[in-house]
């Protein structure tokens, strides 16, 4: 009985699968030929919005030219330079404290002002060295006074002595005392001169010429000697230093090309645009950073019109040497490709030609090239993404571009105005 339910249910289970096939063959026979169709036509959109987008991006093959920007590739002398940014420093800087203890009475000075070499700066109260100077000045007097009469007594003992009036013995100890006088004088005027010299510590004056900083003490406050806060630090601008370091590679071009003579060094701000400050180059450290594997160079500028300030932050370029009859063009103008580094060369037919380079150094923009292209040859400078080689290109003028874009911004400003 058993094994008869087993194989009724087997039955039963094959006639099911045998049915769900048939059902699914039948669906798919029934969907197949618009599926097909879709995915026709899927395919179809496709391989138009591909061919859209080759034609915009080689338009030149449907007889269309991209407008472009070219330049000529010139010829010149490029220098050969190490660029690195630098921080000024003064030429000498000097921090003023009091070598006497008293109050500061008077400052003869503005904050921010250039000041002279000897001009006044501080008065610090004198009387207290006044007075010791008086006193000082009392006690010559009086010691001045006996040691004439013990010069005195020495002569009258000289003369008595001879005649034997008085003994050998007296003489010596009156000559010892007039002589212990003297010494006494010669301490006082050691003492004299030493209480002129703390009475000038009070009147303070510049000991360069420079720029003075913030006044650090106030008048009428206590200034001890050698006190920690100094209470002026003048800095000397003219001439001035920039300091900046380079990698210490560069360290053996650099004494080879300052061996054969001064070496010119350029400082720009970011923010400025205009004509960079030159230098000499005047300090080589003499030792390389370990932590960095830079050293440090110092370069000496005029700076005659102030324009370099202690502290401020430039961008340095030091020349080593000039190469000439360079081939130079934008940087812009230069691709990387699969091969490397390549430039689109326009043809005389106004097509253009993918043309692998080899770059040089980069000097303000400009890329030396040194193979790959000729000089007078006539290269596209912008738009290059929608080239290939041989595409046709029609070249825009680069002032009417600039004009336009101009235009452009000044009606977007106004409508932003306006609204």
């Known amino acids: ?24 063959s039948w669906s798919l026979i029934r969907s197949g030929p618009s599926t097909q169709n879709s995915s026709d036509r899927r395919s179809g959109d496709q391989v138009r919005s591909a061919g859209a987008r080759g034609a915009a991006g080689r338009g030149s093959r449907f007889g269309q030219a991209v407008p472009v920007l070219a330049v000529i590739a010139q010829q010149k002398v490029v220098p050969i330079q190490i660029r690195a940014v630098g921080n000024v420093e003064a030429y000498a800087t000097v921090s003023i404290k009091s070598q006497v203890t ?36 009392a006690t010559l007097a009086r010691d001045s006074a006996q040691v004439k009469n013990w010069r005195e007594q020495v002569r009258r003992y000289a003369e008595l002595v001879k005649k034997q ?62 006190d920690g806060t100094p209470l002026v630090v003048i800095n000397q601008l003219t001439p001035i230093y920039v300091t900046f370091s380079v990698p210490e590679q560069n360290l053996e071009d650099i004494k080879r090309h300052m061996a054969a003579g001064a070496l010119k060094v350029d400082a720009r701000f970011p923010s400025d645009d205009g004509r960079p400050e030159t230098g000499t180059l005047s300090f080589i450290d003499n030792a390389v950073d370990r932590a960095t594997g830079t050293v440090k160079l110092k370069a000496q500028f005029a700076n005659s019109n102030r324009r370099l300030w202690p502290g401020q932050f430039v ?105």
């Not at 510049?206 to 913030?214: H, I, Q």
């Not at 063009?329 to 689109?344: H, K, L, M, N, T």
Request: net charge negative; proline share 4%.
């Open 102 to 137: 008293g109050v500061l009475e008077q400052a003869h000075f503005k904050e921010g002002q250039d000041v002279k070499k000897g001009q006044m700066l501080f008065t610090i109260d004198p009387r207290p060295l006044q007075a010791a100077l008086k006193q000082a000045e």
């Open 1 to 24: 009985m058993r094994r008869s339910l087993w194989i009724a249910a087997l039955v039963v289970v094959l006639a099911a699968f045998a049915v769900f096939q048939q059902y699914s």
């Open 165 to 226: 009036y008085v003994s050998q013995e007296q003489y010596d100890q009156i000559k010892t005392n007039a002589d212990a006088a003297e010494a006494v004088v010669a301490a006082d005027q050691a003492a004299v001169e030493n209480a002129k010299v703390q009475l000038s510590y009070c009147y303070i004056y510049a000991p360069m010429s420079g720029r003075v900083g913030s006044i650090l003490v106030n008048e009428g406050n206590l200034v001890r000697v050698n």
């Open 315 to 419: 961008n340095v370029a030091l020349t080593l040497t000039s190469q000439p009859n360079a081939v130079v063009i934008p940087s812009e103008a230069i691709q990387v490709g699969q091969d490397g580094q390549q430039v689109f060369v326009i043809k005389p037919d106004k097509t253009v030609e993918v043309r692998p380079i080899t770059v040089g150094p980069t000097n303000e923009g400009e890329a030396v090239i040194v193979s790959g292209l000729a000089p007078g040859e006539q290269v596209v400078r912008e738009g290059q993404f929608l080239l290939g080689p041989g595409s046709r290109v029609e070249i825009r003028d680069q002032t009417t571009t600039a004009d336009t874009e101009e235009q452009k911004k000044g009606r977007s400003g106004k409508g932003r105005g306006e609204s």
